[in-house]
């Protein structure tokens, strides 16, 4: 009986209950990551790779792919590849050798791609990734190689933004040329009904240990980091790998994770029908939360690889590979496991705060003079619920680990406190100064002035004898409702718990 049903998707296939795909077919999952790398000048000539620059005005001869035009290799940029390949525990070979990738795209002007085939830069390492729930979980790496970017093209007219239905296309030429390090896992298999979160995990990881070396900002949204997700179904573990397709150019962590729910539903689709999945790729889209088939996808064979005749062999020297190994800095994992130790943090604490985005604003904010775990009470608190209900990351708030340091220590040396500290962050983020500033000109210090203090207890037990009564009689719980009539009656501005104090001092009752 065939449990596909229509995705409400316009335009979507017939689909399979996600959790009913998984239950009866094994997910296999792979990821080739695009990262391009941050070096002034392209991979092959001296021209910028400046983003958002006027199209085609950072071309050369070499980028246009110009008859006689002969490629330079950029040493920056395999020094960049040498430094993912090491961090990622790979190999990094003696001799390595460009190739050329064999074909026709509009907005590659050499009909080719110089890139690396059977000889990568570094190959056979992996990366330790941690789950939500804190499953760690290692992701095996085959190859980490050097290449080089596509231009970019522009398809006018139409209602999808496609070349299909479009009235002329434009090339910009300007990215052609950016030095690339594509990073390609092994098949990733065991994850089950968790493969997409894997692959979330994968590439958010990766991110940041490629933000860690200083290679790249890896920035999704300008297509510094793009993520090819292969999936594929088999009925059992111990049956061969099934036919995959190629979700390309996925460019946030949240639509790699959907791209694999999606393509794991709709495969399991074809396969009750009695079909066969086509092996191709096929194009993301993010409004409608499916993919559509793209081209079929060409195996190696497809594209002639063969050596670049214009660029001799790599052969980083071992001496050249270890300045590089020296000049790591700490890693993510590393880093993480340091400042839990040195915070104090529990597991899952620490889990919240990686997930939550704020790991390196609580250590600014700390280093500004906050305690840990006031740091993680702001950042994680009200500043997110604000974040929350604004719909912005917490981090592009108008406050600074700065003031959030300075807010905590206001509460810290008893100016303030915690209710008056909400007031003064809305003060903050209403952009009315720094907390001190907020504090001065809303008038919200804490009542420090003992005499004044035993006067507004003495006219809150005035007021409310029978209260005063049931404390003297032993109710000490009793203090509370003048406890909050002095609190009422100064603002907030005392602390509360001296002004309990001073109410079992003046009624005479014992202390708790």
């Not at 007219?157 to 239905?165: E, K, L, P, S």
């Not at 590439?203 to 510094?224: I, P």
């Not at 003297?472 to 002004?499: P, S, Y």
Request: proline share 5%; glycine share 8%; hydrophobic share 40%.
């Amino acid at each position: 009986m065939s449990t596909a049903t229509a995705p409400a998707a316009t335009g979507g296939e017939p689909l399979v209950a996600y959790d009913d795909a998984t239950a009866r077919y094994d997910v296999v999952i792979g990821l080739e990551v695009h990262v391009e790398l941050g070096t002034a000048t392209k991979m092959f000539d001296g021209s910028s790779t400046a983003f958002g620059a006027e199209p085609n005005t950072q071309v050369s001869p070499v980028s246009l792919g110009l008859p006689g035009a002969l490629p330079v290799v950029n040493r920056t940029a395999v020094e960049h590849g040498i430094r993912i390949g090491l961090a990622l525990d790979c190999t990094i070979a003696e001799m390595c050798r460009f190739a050329r990738k064999n074909y026709f795209y509009p907005d590659m002007p050499k009909n080719f791609q110089t890139s690396q085939y059977d000889e990568p830069l570094a190959a056979d390492g992996h990366l330790d990734v941690v789950l939500e729930d804190g499953t760690p979980w290692r992701v095996e790496v085959e190859r980490a190689h050097l290449e080089e970017d596509t231009g970019k093209s522009t398809h006018v007219g139409g209602a999808t933004g496609r070349i299909h239905g479009a009235d002329h296309s434009l090339v910009d030429y300007n990215r052609a040329g950016i030095p690339l390090v594509e990073i390609v896992t092994r098949p990733v298999t065991g994850a089950g009904a968790r493969a997409p979160e894997v692959a979330r995990a994968y590439v958010a990881a990766l991110r940041d240990l490629l933000r860690a070396l200083g290679v790249s900002e890896a920035r999704m949204e300008q297509g510094q980091m793009r993520a090819d997700v292969n999936v594929s179904l088999r009925p059992a573990p111990d049956a061969p790998l099934g036919t995959r397709t190629e979700t390309k150019n996925v460019n946030s962590f949240r639509s790699v994770e959907r791209a694999v729910r999606y393509e794991v539903s709709r495969q399991a689709a074809v396969l009750d029908a009695g079909g066969s999945v086509l092996q191709e790729t096929r194009h993301w889209h993010e409004d409608t939360g499916i993919t559509t088939s793209g081209r079929v996808k060409s195996d190696a064979d497809d594209y002639r690889y063969f050596p670049e005749p214009d660029l001799v062999p790599l052969t980083p020297s071992r001496a050249w590979v270890e300045e590089v190994r020296a000049s790591l800095p700490e890693l993510p994992v590393a880093r993480r496991a340091r400042l839990q130790a040195e915070w104090g943090y529990s597991d899952l604490e620490m889990r919240d705060v990686v997930n939550a985005g704020l790991l390196d604003v609580i250590s600014a904010t700390v280093a500004q003079g906050a305690s840990p775990a006031a740091a993680r009470k702001w950042w994680g608190g009200e500043l997110a619920r604000t974040a929350n209900a604004r719909e912005v990351e917490v981090t592009a708030l108008p406050v600074g680990p700065a003031e959030v340091a300075e807010l905590a220590g206001l509460v810290e040396s008893g100016r303030i406190t915690d209710r008056m500290a909400r007031e003064v962050l809305e003060g903050v983020l209403a952009g009315e100064g720094t907390p001190t500033e907020v504090v001065t000109a809303r008038g919200l210090e804490v009542v420090s002035d003992e005499s004044a203090l035993v006067t507004a207890v003495d006219e809150a037990l005035a007021a409310n004898p029978d209260v005063a009564e049931k404390i003297r009689g032993g109710k000490v719980q009793a203090a509370g409702a003048v406890v909050g009539a002095v609190m009422k009656a100064t603002r907030g501005a005392a602390d509360a718990k001296r002004v309990r104090e001073l109410v079992l001092e003046r009624v005479g009752a014992p202390q708790a």
